[in-house]
């Protein structure tokens, strides 16, 4: 191996990892939504209890894997896992 190729190994890696990463925040950012949820304790009333996050694909698999971009996403942008209306019931 001459010393050009060894040099070209040395940008490679850090490069595919930097997209891999990028890779993994981009779909996360494609996937998630955050959604509103109603307990059943207070489905009656209407009250929104909880925010979780919506995977479009994946489901609980995608919930496992986007686990620490979602805890990370809740706390550098609470504003939009807040929401503060309320649901009228269906009666």
């Not at 891999?20 to 209407?46: H, K």
């Not at 805890?71 to 942008?77: A, S």
Request: include cysteine.
């Amino acid at each position: 191996m001459t010393k050009q190729e060894h040099q070209g190994f040395g940008i490679a890696v850090p490069l595919s990892l930097f997209l891999i990463m990028g890779l993994y925040v981009g779909s996360y950012l494609c996937l998630a939504e955050p959604t509103p949820t109603l307990s059943d304790a207070q489905a009656g009333e209407g009250l929104v209890s909880s925010v979780e996050a919506d995977y479009i694909y994946g489901g609980e698999w995608a919930r496992r894997v986007f686990a620490p971009l979602e805890w990370l996403d809740r706390r550098l942008f609470p504003n939009r896992w807040q929401f503060n209306v309320e649901i009228s019931p269906a009666w």
